[in-house]
């Protein structure tokens, strides 16, 4: 689903950027340059930043607790630096920040943004576990969210240097179905009239809730589009 304009011509109302931490296409440039396209096309702009679903990756890439706080903040507060960078170079005021900490801090530039924590959204709990027991009881899901999952690891190494295994992929799981619980109910977690999720790339798991194979229909006023 697509998601740039309503069928009637009406524009979605806030087009939300997906950044993937710790992704080094996620250069100060990339950011500027979708930021450019995007605010052509919405007129309210978001970037999600996934720092708390984050952890469950690190978690199954067996980094202590220690370290996953380490690095989910430096890689947080890099991509930060790049977004406030790029926001200000193209004056874009009130950009909304969104995090699942509400310990978050977006930093200071010339433009505001609007810092928002999701973690206790209770429109995001609601689909949170709704998603979580679609994972439990659709075996289509269920198969597709630990493909994704594991493709995700496989292209990793631990940190015990030890071979990936089933219950890796079971850990690193949360992330996906955090990230989706948000995408697909993300206008009435922002209290928005529309919402489409944009990303580099097309996401299977997230057209197939969209196509409706899964049997679970995400919010009507919610989409997504790609921006290669």
Same mark, same amino acid.
């Given at each position: 689903m697509d998601l740039r304009e309503h069928s009637n011509g009406e524009k979605v109302e806030i087009g939300i950027l997906g950044i993937s931490m710790g992704n080094s296409r996620f250069s100060e440039d990339y950011i500027r340059t979708l930021f450019e396209e995007m605010r052509s096309e919405f007129p309210g702009l978001a970037v999600m930043l996934p720092d708390v679903p984050a952890q469950s990756t690190l978690q199954a890439l067996g980094y202590s607790h220690e370290k996953i706080g380490r690095e989910v903040?430096? &890689?947080?507060?890099?991509i930060i630096n790049k977004c406030r960078r790029a926001i200000d170079l193209l004056e874009i005021p009130n950009v909304t920040m969104i995090s699942w900490s509400d310990r978050a801090h977006f930093g200071d530039g010339k433009q505001s943004v609007n810092a928002v924590p999701i973690g206790e959204n209770l429109n995001y709990l609601k689909t949170y576990q709704?998603?979580?027991?679609?994972?439990?009881?659709?075996?289509?899901?269920n198969s597709d969210i630990n493909y994704a999952t594991r493709g995700v690891l496989q292209g990793k190494k631990r940190k015990d240097g030890r071979k990936m295994n089933e219950d890796d992929v079971q850990i690193g799981t949360k992330f996906l179905l955090q990230e989706l619980a948000f995408i697909i109910n993300a206008a009435?977690?922002?209290?928005?009239? &529309?919402? &489409?999720?944009?990303?580099?790339?097309?996401?299977?798991v997230l057209e197939n809730l969209y196509k409706g194979k899964y049997g679970y229909s995400p919010a009507p006023n919610t989409g997504f589009a790609v921006y290669n």
């Open positions: 903040r430096l &890689s947080f507060n890099g709704e998603i979580q027991g679609l994972y439990r009881n659709n075996k289509t899901f009435d977690i922002l209290e928005a009239k &529309s919402t &489409s999720y944009v990303y580099h790339e097309l996401m299977p």
